[in-house]
């Protein structure tokens, strides 16, 4: 008897769940778009360099100085770390002897080196004569690109100084965007304001 009396039981607790589960799963699924953690900035606040480097400029209070370590003989080259976005600016100098075709055609190099991963590259004159500083800023487009903003500036005689943006990231520039174009001012202004001792 007990045997018969567990089948109604078993049976509408079978129909029971069944039922639930046509139920719950009649509501279409539909995936979050694929997002990107929010960034924030800090405000723009400058100082100037103050240091015995061949060069001076207004520079962000949020950026770090440091020497290029991987060019330990190289004492006029520096990094400005950007440490809250894991970004670096590598400024490298050299003095001129007669010799500002050749690091004309080097910088023209490093940017090339770039093509292959880039989408565009955008070049602008700079032209300061009141600061004797001429030059070309190469903003290079790409999701894959590893260096999104380079640009060399000289007096033409005496002064050549280089500069190339890096993130200690992988290269998804569409996701740095706010942050490229945020560090991008900074690096315009320290044109801006660049001097030659």
């Not at 487009?141 to 190339?164: C, K, M, N, P």
């Amino acid at each position: 008897m007990i045997k018969y009396r567990l089948f109604p039981f078993r049976f509408a607790l079978i129909v029971t769940l069944i039922s639930l589960f046509t139920i719950a799963c009649q509501q279409n699924y539909v995936p979050k778009p694929r997002g990107f953690f929010r960034i924030d900035t800090p405000a723009k606040a400058y100082r100037d360099l103050d240091s015995t480097l061949p060069y001076t400029f207004s520079l962000p209070v949020y950026c770090k100085i440091s020497s290029d370590k991987n060019s330990p003989d190289e004492k006029y080259w520096i990094n400005l770390e950007f440490t809250r976005f894991k970004g670096m600016l590598h400024l490298s100098y050299k003095p001129l002897n007669g010799n500002l075709k050749k690091y004309l055609d080097d910088s023209h190099t490093l940017v090339s080196k770039h093509i292959s991963k880039a989408t565009a590259i955008e070049e602008s004159e700079i032209n300061n004569p009141s600061h004797k500083v001429y030059g070309t800023i190469y903003k290079i487009q790409g999701a894959e690109a590893a260096s999104v903003y380079q640009f060399y500036v000289t007096d033409s005689t005496h002064h050549f100084l280089r500069g190339a943006l890096y993130f200690n990231a992988l290269p998804n520039n569409d996701s740095l965007v706010p942050v490229i174009d945020f560090v991008s001012k900074d690096i315009d202004h320290l044109i801006e304001t660049l001097k030659w001792k």
